[in-house]
């Protein structure tokens, strides 16, 4: 616990200004000791200097994704082989070597703390991305993709999700519907993205169960654009375009996400567009 700012903001404050300096050294200690505790997790603060820089800001939030992700990865209290088997792949995705690889593993070991700050790291990232809705749901989607690293949510990594989402400026609502589009995009990429016409589905016999497989598949796809089966073209369209233009890389990048996580960027718009070219298609719809 970090009480050594209060303390001697206390005593100063006292010394100099009696009760009323108490109290506006109090509030000048925890700043300093909120300040140390980021500064020992790894995060740069700059509450009493200029303002960081563009590359300082994609910095924060490249660590922060990392750190949080090894936090979720130890909500179950042990990380698992999948877990690290994420982080790594989640590394490979993004292309780091030397350095960059070596300041991705530090933050994912630094999540996995007990006394890890969650809320003071979640407080720098919305900051460090300008309070950018595309950039913090980016954010928040990393880390659903953490959870689902074996292909399914354990209660304590829901519970903490629900934080980081808070923490984020998300409501439990917007959380749900995020897990469930996940969810739906974990099966729909594990059964080949296209579903009956990506060639997987059909080496199967029995036309029922290809059938029922099939229907499952644009199931998922609709789930993947937040939009119910029955929607028109028009509402098909407009959210598919919304989400295409929340996941554009080159816009992702020009609002500040760090240069390393275009790729991953790149697969999650492709992911949205093969969903909806599947809609498209069985919709007949152009």
């Known amino acids: 616990m970090h009480i050594f700012g209060k303390i001697l903001g206390i005593f100063f404050g006292f010394l100099f ?14 700043k ?7 500064a020992r997790a790894g995060f740069s603060s700059g509450a009493f200097g200029s303002g960081p820089s563009q590359a300082e800001m994609q910095q924060e939030f490249f660590k922060s ?5 090894g936090h979720v990865a130890k909500a179950k209290g042990q990380v ?9 792949t989640m590394m490979e995705r993004m292309n780091l070597h030397g350095e960059h690889k070596v300041a991705a593993q530090n933050a994912f070991r630094e999540g996995k703390d007990s006394g890890f700050p969650l809320e003071e790291v979640l407080n720098k990232v919305r900051i460090s991305s300008g309070g950018r809705f595309d950039l913090l749901q ?19 990594e829901r519970s903490v999700l629900h934080k980081i989402a808070q923490g984020l400026g998300f409501s439990s609502q917007q959380l749900e ?5 996940q969810e739906a995009a974990f099966r729909f990429q594990r059964d080949g993205g296209f579903g009956g016409h990506s060639g997987g589905q059909q080496r199967h016999s029995g036309g029922g169960w290809q059938q029922a497989s099939q229907a499952n598949h644009l199931a998922d796809a609709y789930e993947i654009l937040g939009v119910s089966e029955n929607a ?14 929340e996941h554009h890389p080159d816009k992702l990048i020009a609002k500040g996400l760090p240069p390393e996580m275009m790729n991953v960027a790149k ?6 567009q093969n969903a909806y070219d599947l809609i498209k298609k069985v919709k007949g719809f152009k």
């Not at 994704?65 to 992700?69: G, L």
């Not at 999948?82 to 982080?87: F, K, T, Y």
């Not at 980016?138 to 304590?156: K, M, N, R, V, Y």
């Open 17 to 30: 200004g009696g009760p009323l300096g108490a109290l506006l050294g109090l509030y000048l200690g925890h």
């Open 32 to 38: 300093f000791d909120k300040a140390r505790r980021l």
């Open 65 to 69: 994704a990392f750190a949080v992700m």
């Open 80 to 88: 698992t082989k999948q877990e690290i088997e994420l982080a790594t």
């Open 138 to 156: 980016f954010f928040l989607e990393l880390q659903i993709s953490a959870a689902f690293a074996d292909g399914s949510i354990h209660p304590s």
């Open 177 to 181: 519907q995020r897990l469930h589009m």
């Open 232 to 245: 028109d073209s028009k509402t098909i369209k407009r959210a598919y375009r919304k989400l295409m233009n």
């Open 267 to 272: 697969e999650k718009s492709q992911e949205i």
